[in-house]
Nanobody, 115 residues
Framework: VQLVESGGGLVQAGGSLRLSCAASGSIFSIDAMGWFRQGLGKERELVAT?????YYADYVKGRFTISRDNAKNTLYLEMNSLKPEATAMYYC????????????WGQGTQVTVSS
């Protein structure tokens, strides 16, 4: 499975961005996809996931929306009311049901929110 993120950039606080993650390869072998982020000097943290249901970290509920277009094999993350603390590298990941882990990762796309 190959994952390629896009859509990051520089935005002012309060602004919006939409991230995209194009999946290719053996995508039939995955059972969930998600978005994670890692700020400079911080640990990677989960933002949102989608399988048969969706899950959001508390700090993005009501502001971020995860969605997918199955016809395009693409996962999205719509981010609204962005805060400076959202500045991070955002990664798309896919879960292998055999391991139960997010084993497939994209290269990341940088999101920078200025105050």
């Amino acid at each position: 499975v190959q994952l390629v993120e896009s859509g990051g950039g520089l935005v002012q606080a309060g602004g919006s961005l939409r991230l995209s993650c194009a999946a290719s390869g053996s995508i039939f072998s995955i059972d969930a996809m998600g978005w994670f982020r890692q700020g400079l000097g911080k640990e990677r943290e989960l933002v949102a996931t989608m399988s048969s249901s969706t899950y959001y970290a508390d700090y993005v509920k009501g502001r971020f929306t995860i969605s997918r277009d199955n016809a395009k094999n693409t996962l999205y993350l719509e981010m609204n009311s962005l805060k400076p603390e959202a500045t991070a590298m955002y990664y798309c990941a896919a879960r292998d049901p055999a391991s139960g882990e997010y084993d497939y990762w994209g290269q990341g796309t940088q999101v920078t929110v200025s105050s």
